[in-house]
C-alpha cells in the first residue's frame, strides 16, 4: 500500500523556520524523484521544490529559492522540505509528490509529473 505522510507543519512567526517531512512507503523510494508543491487558500497548487533520484540535484521556484532546501534521506524512506525566513505569503497546505523514473537526472515542476501525492500539511505564518 502506497504511502506519503507529511508532518512538521503548525504555526510560526515571519522570520522563522520548519521543516517538513514526507515518509514513503509500499514502493520503492530510490526509484522516484520528489517534490514539495503547496497550495494556498483561494489559489491553485504551486511547484515549490524538487530534488531528482540521486539527490545531487534540486530545483526550486523562484519565491523560495535561498529560503527553502529539499533534501532525501532514501535510507530513511524520507523527503524534507527545511523552510527558513518564512514569510506570511509562505503560509499554505504543503504536499510531498513522488514521481517515478528511469532518469537519475531529471526535474520535474508539473503536477501532472507525479504518481503520489501525500495528505498534506498546514503551514501558516504569522506577520
Known amino acids: 500500500q502506497v504511502q506519503l505522510v507529511e508532518s512538521g507543519g503548525g504555526l510560526v512567526q515571519a522570520g522563522g523556520s520548519l521543516r517538513l517531512s514526507c515518509a514513503a512507503s509500499?514502493?520503492?523510494?530510490?526509484?522516484?524523484?520528489w517534490a514539495w508543491f503547496r497550495q494556498a487558500p483561494g489559489k491553485e497548487r504551486e511547484f515549490v521544490a524538487t530534488?531528482?533520484?540521486?539527490?545531487?540535484?534540486?530545483s526550486y521556484s523562484d519565491s523560495v529559492k535561498e529560503r527553502f532546501t529539499i533534501s532525501r534521506d532514501n535510507d530513511k524512506k524520507t523527503v524534507y522540505l527545511q523552510m527558513n525566513s518564512l514569510e506570511p505569503e509562505d503560509t499554505a497546505v504543503y504536499y510531498c509528490?513522488?514521481?517515478?523514473?528511469?532518469?537519475?537526472?531529471?526535474?520535474?515542476?508539473?503536477?501532472?509529473?507525479?504518481?503520489?501525492w501525500g495528505q498534506g500539511t498546514q503551514v501558516t505564518v504569522s506577520s
Open positions: 509500499g514502493f520503492t523510494f530510490t526509484y522516484y524523484a
Open positions: 530534488i531528482n533520484r540521486s539527490g545531487r540535484s534540486t
Open positions: 509528490a513522488a514521481k517515478r523514473t528511469i532518469l537519475t537526472a531529471g526535474h520535474y515542476s508539473l503536477e501532472d509529473d507525479y504518481d503520489y
